[in-house]
């Protein structure tokens, strides 16, 4: 046997220094690939030869791809073939809300407006509707506790601004990964446009810590990624009803910023467009490596654009002012 192994190993060394100066001769990828697998059909007959087993044969494989690829560079030109596609499902509609769990990289759960909760458990190569035996199939916004990820959290009620959007009935919360659902609450709200998990009871119980009026509702909700009592939000002044070819915006949309865990708020505005400068709504996320960095896409008629604060909020400049963003 030892004569055998003897005979693989040379077989490999050989074949793998001409797939190293192939490799290294900035041959197109595809070409590579095929002169590649010409070798391992020549490696395949060498271990043949040598009366060496199957099993042998893709050992021999593998180091070879190792050997060969172990000084390939992650240059951008290795992805500039890369294509988004779509992944379904194919009868849930628009998708608004999307969920992982870290240390399932796998696994991913999804929420759409009229076609309820999916799970996929293989990177979205196939879905699975999780939400069907609950009485409404509309779905704002969705969360997976970072304490237990069989913990999930949604909210019903398109979260989204339109003439013939489906209402909700509140909050719904798993404690199986889906599998079963209890309401949890907020029968009223009507649309739920964020969920960010911070409860002390589970869901419970629940509190109104930020308010406007009646034609204002909050839309975004975000931690500060190393310090969860402090909490941005987004409050969006405007209606849009099934009889109207117009939106009507008010006067009451901003940021607003909390650094007691949402027992008190203040709003956020140097730099940011005012209501009389017709604010609208606003998207914003914090940077995980940098939480004072925010970026904000702002909704205003000459103001609008991207904003970025280095500051945590204080301060807002405008980086990009097309209105396409």
Sequence with gaps: MKGLWAGAGQGV???????????????????????????????????????????????????????????????????????????????????VGAAGIPDQPGVFYIGVNNGGVWRTNDYGRTWAPIFDDQPTGSIGALAVAPSNPDILYVGTGEG????????????????????????????????????????????????????????????????????????????????????????????TSGLYKSVDGGSSWRQLTNGLPTGDQGLGRIGFAIAPADPSRLYATVDAPKLGGVYRSDDAGEHWVRTNNEEMV
């Excluded at 310090?227 to 006067?251: C, F, H, T, V």
Aim: glycine share 10%; proline share 3%; hydrophobic share 40%.
């Design 13 to 95: 060394q050989k074949y793998g220094k001409i797939a190293d100066s192939l490799f290294k001769s900035n041959y197109n990828r595809l070409t590579f690939a095929g002169h590649l697998a010409i070798l391992f059909v020549n490696l395949s007959f060498s271990c043949a030869r040598s009366a060496v087993s199957l099993r042998c044969f893709f050992l021999c494989a593998i180091i070879l791809l190792a050997n060969t690829l172990e000084a390939q560079k992650l240059t951008p030109e290795i992805f500039q073939d890369l294509r988004w596609r779509m992944i379904g499902p194919h009868r849930g509609g628009r998708t």
């Design 160 to 251: 989204l601004q339109r003439p013939d959007l489906s209402v909700g009935d509140g909050m719904f919360r798993s404690s199986d990964g889906g599998k079963t659902w209890r309401h949890c609450g907020l029968d009223d709200a009507q649309q739920v446009g964020a969920v960010l998990v911070g409860s002390t009871d589970g869901g419970e119980k629940w509190e109104k810590v930020l308010y406007k009026d009646e034609n204002t509702g909050a839309i975004a909700l975000a931690f500060d990624p190393l310090n969860a009592e402090i909490i941005y939000a987004d409050l969006w002044s405007a209606r849009l009803g099934p009889w109207e070819n117009s939106s009507w915006a008010g006067k």
